[in-house]
T-cell receptor, first 114, second 110 residues
């Protein structure tokens, strides 16, 4: 079954803790993205990666970090520097960036602060 | 900042009625896409309209694009309770990643 898998579905973070959200795709897509969604809001771009071992900051990258060591995987770490991390995090992929490609989304991770 | 802004923010209609959502954007685009999101889930791509197209159909969906007004509309005909969801427009400027609007929450009453 092809698609994007995000885990966990729910995640709780304590003060001062870093947490990592997993995103795996088996669509053989080059490009992957992380978006943040706050209640009743649209999506804001955190980071994106066009190819393995390369990634770029989006509009709200502060307090987040990513890696892209494998084509299939694009984990997002929410660091303790992110003071307001409670949100719904969505991972997506596309065959390429900037070329009329549609995005395929995972089912999201809800992150809450304890 | 958000490139696209949807209007209305929320819409409630009866089953069988048509639902129209509008999207305005600020800069030139390569294409505009519409996505649907069921509560607590990821987004699903509905339709893509390129900058040189004016109208596109897919099943009960009709999308229009007016690049001179920098606006698009999504029409869902003969709505069903299962159409209840949030709908987002997203603009592709060819630079990096899609920019999403704030969405329209559609409630279809059975």
């Amino acid at each position: 079954d092809g698609g994007i898998t995000q885990s966990p579905k729910y995640l709780f973070r304590k003060e001062g803790q870093n947490v990592t959200l997993s995103c795996e795709q088996n669509l053989n897509h080059d490009a992957m993205y992380w978006y943040r969604q706050d209640p009743g809001q649209g999506l804001r771009l955190i980071y994106y990666s066009q190819i393995v071992n390369d990634f770029q900051k989006g509009d709200i990258a502060e307090g987040y970090s990513v890696s892209r060591e494998k084509k299939e995987s694009f984990p997002l770490t929410v660091t303790s520097a992110q003071k307001n991390p409670t949100a719904f995090y969505l991972c997506a992929s596309s065959a390429e960036t900037g070329s009329n490609e549609k995005l395929f989304f995972g089912s999201g991770t809800q992150l809450s602060v304890l | 900042s958000q490139q696209g802004e949807e209007d209305p923010q929320a819409l409630s209609i009866q089953e069988g009625e048509n639902a129209t959502m509008n999207c305005s954007y600020k800069t030139s685009i390569n294409n505009l896409q519409w996505y649907r999101q069921n509560s607590g889930r990821g987004l699903v791509h509905l339709i893509l309209i390129r900058s040189n197209e004016r109208e596109k159909h897919s099943g009960r969906l009709r999308v229009t694009l007016d690049t001179s007004k920098k606006s698009s509309s999504l029409l869902i005909t003969a709505s069903r309770a299962a159409d209840t969801a949030s709908y987002f427009c997203a603009t592709d400027t060819g630079r990096r990643a899609l920019t999403f609007g704030s969405g329209t929450r559609l409630q279809v009453q059975p």
